[in-house]
């Protein structure tokens, strides 16, 4: 199960921070990704690390602002939001999953959390 919290309502320049938690497994070698979906859009794919490499991915929208980040004494995801904007609204979900080809591919996780939505105002 991974749990999302953090999520919130912010001024346009300000950050927040997301945490995704798993209870009943452990990542180990799973990539975890950060996915976001506004109203009427399709869902995108924002970030994603993985466990047994460290390496992180970005979108281009948010290269520069937003930073995904791992404590696996905690069993934790983050992505620290930076720089936010009106158009970084939408809910985030946190996904993982075991051999990830394409890390911003939803169809290749099967591990979702609930959501948590992020709201950014003018």
């Known amino acids: 199960q991974l749990v999302e919290s953090g999520g919130g309502l912010v001024q346009a320049g300000g950050s927040l921070r997301l945490s995704c938690a798993a209870s009943?497994?452990?990542?180990?070698?799973?990539?975890i990704a950060w996915f976001r979906q506004a109203p009427g859009k399709e869902r995108e794919g924002v970030s994603c690390?993985?466990?047994?490499?460290?390496?992180?991915y970005y979108a281009d929208s948010v290269k520069g602002r937003f930073t995904i980040s791992s404590d696996n004494a905690k069993n934790t995801v983050y992505l620290q939001m930076n720089s936010l904007k009106p158009e970084d609204t939408a809910v985030y979900y946190c996904?993982?999953?075991?051999?990830?080809?394409?890390?911003?591919?939803?169809?290749?996780?099967?591990?979702w959390g609930q959501g948590t939505q992020v709201t950014v105002s003018l």
């Open positions: 009943g497994f452990i990542f180990d070698d799973d990539t």
């Open positions: 996904a993982s999953d075991l051999l990830v080809s394409r890390c911003f591919s939803p169809e290749q996780y099967d591990n």
């Open positions: 690390i993985s466990s047994s490499d460290g390496s992180t």
